[in-house]
């Protein structure tokens, strides 16, 4: 049986959840149809690995566990969407300052799990952490007014020490995440 996982960074600013909820909130109250992120889901994914056999796992969370991270600061802000504003299926906060160190752990990552059979992503880094998805086209026209509002929002700083490698268990209440390794 395989195991759905992806290598992420942890939100561990208590004061940046907040302001992540106050702005769901506000997104929410333009009364669209949104699935929120619950707070304890914030995380900034690195690498999505999909269903991988539990012999991989293990394999991976040994290159996780032998990472060293050199410490540093993300600052985080902004809302964006994907795919665009004509079509809002995700909303989503991005990486102001700290990108670069960011992109090299993104790299390292890259490069010891490709050693290990993993495949490499064919897209380059956009550092995003997902503040809620879109269901519907429902009251579409305030929610791109209520994001265009919060386009400068601050939401402060994430301080990487770490990458951690985690199973997501989907169920109907939402996914249930539960770390399986991290660096060292």
Same mark, same amino acid.
């Given at each position: 049986?395989?195991?759905?996982?992806?290598?992420?960074?942890?939100?561990?600013?208590?004061?940046?959840?907040?302001?992540?909820?106050?702005?769901?909130?506000?997104?929410?109250?333009?009364?669209?149809?949104?699935?929120?992120v619950e707070p304890e889901n914030i995380h900034m994914t690195l690498k999505f690995l999909g269903d991988t056999y539990p012999s991989k796992v293990e394999e991976?969370? %040994? !290159?996780?566990? &032998?990472?060293?991270? #050199?410490?540093? *600061?993300?600052? $985080?802000?902004?809302?964006?969407?994907?795919? =665009?504003?004509?079509?809002?299926?995700?909303?989503?906060?991005?990486?102001?300052?700290?990108?670069?160190?960011?992109? %090299? !752990?993104?790299? &390292?990552?890259?490069? #010891?799990?490709? *050693?290990?059979? $993993?495949?490499?992503?064919?897209?380059?880094? =956009?550092?995003?952490?997902?503040?809620?998805?879109?269901?519907?086209?429902?009251?579409?026209?305030?929610?791109?007014?209520?994001?265009?509002?919060?386009?400068?929002? #601050?939401?402060?700083?994430?301080? $990487?020490?770490?990458?951690?490698?985690?199973?997501?268990?989907?169920?109907?209440?939402?996914?249930?995440y539960t770390n399986i390794a991290e660096s060292g």
């Amino acid at each position: 049986m395989s195991i759905r996982c992806f290598v992420a960074i942890e939100c561990n600013n208590e004061e940046m959840i907040r302001r992540f909820m106050d702005v769901q909130r506000r997104l929410e109250r333009t009364g669209a149809d949104l699935k929120l992120v619950e707070p304890e889901n914030i995380h900034m994914t690195l690498k999505f690995l999909g269903d991988t056999y539990p012999s991989k796992v293990e394999e991976i969370s %040994r !290159v996780i566990e &032998e990472m060293n991270i #050199k410490p540093f *600061d993300m600052k $985080v802000e902004g809302l964006g969407v994907f795919p =665009h504003l004509g079509h809002v299926r995700i909303v989503w906060t991005g990486v102001k300052d700290g990108f670069e160190p960011l992109n %090299r !752990v993104f790299k &390292e990552l890259e490069r #010891k799990l490709s *050693d290990i059979g $993993v495949k490499k992503e064919r897209r380059a880094l =956009h550092p995003h952490l997902t503040i809620c998805r879109v269901r519907s086209g429902r009251n579409k026209e305030h929610l791109v007014e209520e994001i265009n509002q919060l386009r400068e929002e #601050k939401f402060g700083v994430i301080h $990487v020490d770490k990458v951690v490698l985690m199973k997501s268990e989907l169920t109907p209440k939402g996914p249930i995440y539960t770390n399986i390794a991290e660096s060292g």
